[in-house]
């Protein structure tokens, strides 16, 4: 009789191999490289891969299909390769042990969560009996700058599945994601009237002025009861002191719990006008993440890999959290399970880190909810 393995330590060597190959977004032949190696141990796999060409300053993206079980509705496992560290940031965070912990840029976020589902993948391909659904592994190339050129994929293969399990990092102790706030991304430009600054101020009219009433009405919208989350993260104007400033920019975050949120704030952030007469706002932006709710089929599903994760011996805790992921462009029509891959801290920073306590458990979870579902 065939039995799966989940040796850590081998485990920890493929996403090693994975870590090891940097993969910023915005350098799609870094991204093409592990494209290469992901499709690579596909090979003597029963699976059928397809590349989708990069487009836009992307990497590809590859579409991984169980060569059963396509007929109908089945399991969609979606992964990113790109991380959010700069080409050369290895050197500053070289793939390490130091006893539970292992380091390198995007092991937690999310190389390391996106080879357990490949290797319970292969485990599942190695049973004499094939699972009940069809599962199909989706890599994209473009998660951490929101999914712009991968958007319409996930959506099109999460409207096909019955299930979609997001192998995102997991949330402090291990927690599974069950919600997530809508993500909603804004620029501002303010023309004003220029003028000299010291001889003819009463000629101008400040777009730097009008950005500070903007700011203020923009952090007004901030609901922390709600949820609700209003940043301006970033702001530009003007082109000396003494000259009263004629533009000024801002970019904008908001994050929102519900798509009735958004309905209502949305809105009000591109309808923003000015309070100064003779300057003029103009306002782009758009909700490009929606609310990730916790549906019933969610709940269904969440309460299926809890009972699960207890059979093979630890509790699985749901949360919701703030950041988005691809899991909320399924969310809103398909059970959606998300913050599958692995335990750790330090997403996008230096001192970025799984544990490897996670790595057996939690593969087997995966390859649990691959026999499993149906």
């Not at 079980?69 to 959010?84: N, Y």
């Not at 080879?115 to 890599?139: N, S």
């Not at 000629?203 to 922390?224: C, F, K, V, W």
Request: negative net charge; hydrophobic residues 35%; glycine residues 10%.
């Amino acid at each position: 009789m065939t039995t799966a393995s989940f040796d850590p330590k081998a485990i920890l060597d493929g996403i090693r191999r994975w870590v090891e190959i940097e993969t910023p977004t915005e350098a799609p032949r870094q991204v093409n490289q592990l494209a290469d190696l992901v499709a690579d141990g596909y090979r003597d796999l029963p699976v059928n891969v397809e590349r989708i060409a990069g487009r836009d300053g992307c990497g590809d993206h590859l579409v991984a299909r169980s060569s059963w079980g396509q007929d109908k509705p089945g399991i969609l496992v979606l992964s990113h390769l790109d991380t959010v560290h700069p080409l050369g940031f290895i050197e500053r965070l070289p793939f390490k042990v130091e006893g539970d912990s292992a380091f390198g840029p995007g092991i937690y976020d999310m190389k390391g969560g996106a080879y357990l589902a490949y290797h319970a993948f292969r485990q599942l391909c190695a049973m004499p009996a094939r699972a009940p659904l069809g599962v199909t592994q989706l890599y994209v190339s473009d998660e951490e700058i929101g999914s712009p050129t991968s958007r319409a994929l996930i959506e099109a293969e999460g409207r096909k599945a019955k299930y979609v399990l997001v192998t995102e990092p997991a949330r402090d102790g291990g927690k599974i994601v069950t919600g997530r706030k809508g993500v909603a991304r804004f620029e501002i430009f303010i023309n004003g009237v220029p003028a000299h600054a010291g001889t003819r101020p009463g000629d101008g009219r400040s777009a730097i002025r009008e950005l500070g009433n903007i700011i203020q009405t923009l952090e007004a919208m901030n609901d922390p009861k709600r949820g609700v989350t209003v940043n301006v993260g970033v702001v530009r104007g003007g082109t000396r002191p003494n000259v009263i400033p004629e533009q000024a920019y801002a970019e904008v975050d908001m994050r929102v719990p519900t798509l009735m949120d958004a309905d209502e704030l949305v809105p009000k952030i591109l309808d923003l006008k000015s309070h100064t007469e003779g300057v003029s706002i103009r306002v782009v932006g758009e909700l490009n993440r929606p609310p990730y709710e916790k549906s019933n089929a969610g709940a269904a599903l969440y309460e299926h890999a809890k009972t699960l994760a207890a059979e093979i011996g630890f509790d699985l805790v749901d949360t919701r959290t703030g950041g988005g992921s691809d899991g909320n462009f399924t969310a809103p029509y398909t059970a959606t399970l998300d913050g599958l891959g692995v335990d750790g801290q330090g997403a996008h920073t230096p001192y970025e880190q799984m544990y490897i306590s996670s790595i057996e458990p939690r593969a087997r979870l995966l390859y649990r909810l691959y026999q499993t579902l149906r």
